[in-house]
Every structure is written in C-alpha cells, then in structure tokens.
C-alpha cells in the first residue's frame, strides 16, 4: 500500500444568509456595536491616485437586484503593488492604501458604492502585464458559495486587450461583463458595472 | 496556544503532522467543489435564480489572488470578542453561556496566525437583530450577536457568547435552521476566503435542514458541526464547543520564471 498524504480538507462553504450585514456590516443592520467598522471607502486623505467611485447591481436569473448581496473587493494601489508581502513588484507600497473594502447593497435599490483610486496595471508572475482591475467576491442569501470576479475598466482598452485573463475567456462577447463603464457625474469619476449572476448576459465568474 | 488547548490538539487522532511548510507564493491548492455545496441546489430555494449556468473560469492564481488584506489589532476592540459583554446595556443577555475556540488551519495541517475571523448569530430565542428579521422572538436588549477575533500566531482562536437558538425561515412552509453561528474568515490571500456556518453536535434539526443538505459530502457536512468540549469548559460558568476551521493550502513554486526561488 502506499503513503497517506496527510492534507486536511477545506471546510465547505456556506450561504452567508439575509442577515449578513450583522456581522460584517452591523450599521446595515441597524445598529451600532465596534468602535471601528470596515467600510465601503478605501481611501483616506493622503491617497496617491486618481479617485472614482464604483458604482452597481447584482441581477439575478429574472434581471432583479439583490438587495441583500454583499461585496468585497481587493485591489492594487495606483503604482499596481498590492498591500501584502506577498507582492514584491517594484511599484511603492501607499500608507494611506489598504487595498480592501465591503459593501452592503442598498436595501431599496440594490445600489452598491465602492469610494476608491483606480488601480494601476500590476505584473503576473510570468512577467505578463495585467489590465487594471479590482478583484470581487460576492456574497449573500441564495449563494452558496462566494463568487469570485472582476472589474475591469472601459477607458483601457489597449490594456484590456493584451490582458492574460481576459484572452482566457474563449467567447469575446463574455469578456464585456467584466468592464464597467466609464462617466463623469457631478465632477466625480464613476464606474458602472452590473454583475448578472445568470442568464444571456451572464458575468464571468473565476474558479481562482 | 493555552497549556490545555495544546493538549486537546494533541488529542484529536486525526490531526496529521504538518507537511512540509509552504516556501513560497505559490497559488493556493485547487478548490475541491466536490465537497462544498453546488451553486444551483434547488431544496435551498433562494439558490435556483442566484446560481450562474455557465462554467467557472480557472484561474491559476497570481498575484491578485494569493495577496489578500492584512488586518491588525487595531482594527478590533477589547470586547469584540465577547458577546456577552459587546452589546450589553443593563445585564447579561439571557441565553446558554457558551465559549467556542478552534484554529484556523490550512489543509497542510499548519495554524494560520493573525487572521481575522467574524462570526454573527441569532440570540437564544432564534432572533437575529437586524432590520429585516421580523419573526416573533424578542429582540434580547444585551445582546448583539456578532464579533471578531484575530488568531493567535498558532491559528487558536475564541470567543464567549449564548448558544443561539433555531428559527423558522420562508423556504419549505415548516423550515426551521438548526442553532447555528456564521462564520467569515480571510486567510492570508484573497482566494482563500471563506464564510461558513458552525452547527452544535447532537442538534436534530442538522439532518432535515436544506441549507446543510447542499453540501454534497457527508464528510465535508460532518465538519461543519462542532463537538461539545467539556474538557475545556469553565466550571459553574460555561459550556465550550470545538470549531476548527480549514482554509486551502499554499503551493510552492519549486520553479518559476522568476529571478529569485522560493
């Protein structure tokens, strides 16, 4: 007989349910319990790049925003290093950028708002470089298990083109559901994305 | 780690050895989707229109994914991990004094230190404090029903709070969850994150509820419910359940197109 590898298992995923707000946004809920709460603006006064809000819905399968989803996103500051030690890319790393926020949707609207910089394009490990992009994790009732996806940026389109992930997706006309589009609206820069969980205009979501 | 956490893990026969530690920034091991619930499981019914149809996309992990936030203690107050004491107003909330530890692992067997981990539950009557719960159990006035610890360096964590109690809930017309606390935990990369459910051994509504029958291993369900640990329970004051909780394990990268190795 041969050895036992010895790995453990992950332990399974489950829904994070209706009332995820309790944990991870207790303000959402209606109340008031950590002196510090994470929050949905990743920036600070002293933040090195150029501000934009994120601005969407999550559909589901009959086109109906989830007013009940939560959003995390992760991203690389304005020189493309990510606040982790794991990246030793040579951009510099922002004190003043954590690179990480949530958000809850808005319980009428399903609107979600993110507050940060526009990331700048970060290197693979093969040396490849990679468009701007904001990496997302969704959560909520009716998800199982938290999808993985990402946001890309509709005014980069050369960079958008050479990008390594987006040639991954076999079917260009999928490759649009990641790119959020870009406008000015009262001075501020905002993005546009929609997340359609399912149906013909489905988002791609990422096995990671 | 406590002297007597160290012995329970000592204890625990199906605990392996740590592998050889993981050198590099290697991804992470591949997810194993055959143990976590699919994302279309029509018995839970929320999951048949939020479920997407086509494919997951593999990716292997690069650096957006095996990065993730790095939180601290500063980010967290001296009561957030008590439950018993971070929302009280005039008393104790009324319900089973309970403390639940465990560590956080990854699947090499190795503790994952300095990781933050949330959890939220209903109170004792099955009554969450949030906005849209309107089930008829009162609302306790000293309890809020959520907190968050960071690991220690060994992956142990724990808090202190009142076992939560099961409530009805708009799927079957006579669903009831079974006592349970949600779980959120980060790991060291964003690929690794995870939020799960903690369920109480020996609880018969474990077996009839359709939100754990979506996991497809019985295994893999098995874990998701926590031993009663008398051993480290406190005398006169509370009873401790058991909840280790596996996040995936890290690669190495022997070889890479990069100038330095591991």
Redesign the interface.
Known sequence: MVQQL???????????????????I?GM???D????N?TNILTGPNTKGERITLEGRVL???GTP?R?VLL?I?Q?NAAGR??????R?PGAIDGDF???GRAGSD?ETGLITFETIKPGA??????RK?AP?V?V?I??????????T?IYFSDEDAANAADP?LN??EQPV?RSTLIARRSERAGKVVYDFTIN???PD??????? | MSAQAAAIDAARINR??P?TPPLG?GGF?Q???A?????Y?PG???????????S????E??????????FGH????PL?NDLIR??AKDGDPIGERIVVHGRV?????RGVPNTLV???QANAGGR??????TYLAPIDPNF???G?ALTDANGYYFFRTVKPGPYPWRNYVNSWRPAHI?F?VFG????Q?????MYFEGDPLIPVCP??A??P?P???G??IAPLDLNASAPFDSLTYRFD?????RRS?YF???PEGN
């Open positions: 010895t790995y453990l298992k992950e332990t399974a995923s489950q829904t994070a349910g209706p009332y995820v707000h309790i944990g991870l207790p809920a209606g109340f319990i950590f002196e510090k994470f589901d399968g009959t989830l009940d995390e992760w690389a990510y606040n982790h030690p794991a990246d890319s954590h690179g990480w319980f970060t290197v693979d490990k093969t040396g990679c992009h990496n994790w959560v909520a009732r009716g998800i199982n298990i938290g999808l993985n990402r992930v991954l997706i999928r969980l399912q149906g489905e988002t791609v979501f990422f096995d990671v | 392996p050895e592998l920034d091991f997810r194993d989707r143990i976590h619930p699919p994302a499981a839970y019914k929320s999951s048949v229109l939020r479920s997407p149809r086509q997951l996309l593999s990716l992990g690069s650096i957006s994914e095996i990065t993730g936030p790095v500063n980010d967290l107050g957030d971070n929302y692992l990854d699947e090499t067997g949330e959890f939220w969450y404090r949030h906005k849209k719960d809020g029903g959520c968050r949600h959120s060291s990369g964003f690929a994150r995870l939020i799960t459910q939100i754990l979506t996991v291993d295994e893999a369900l874990r998701l909780i596996v996040l995936r394990g990268t890479d197109n990069r």
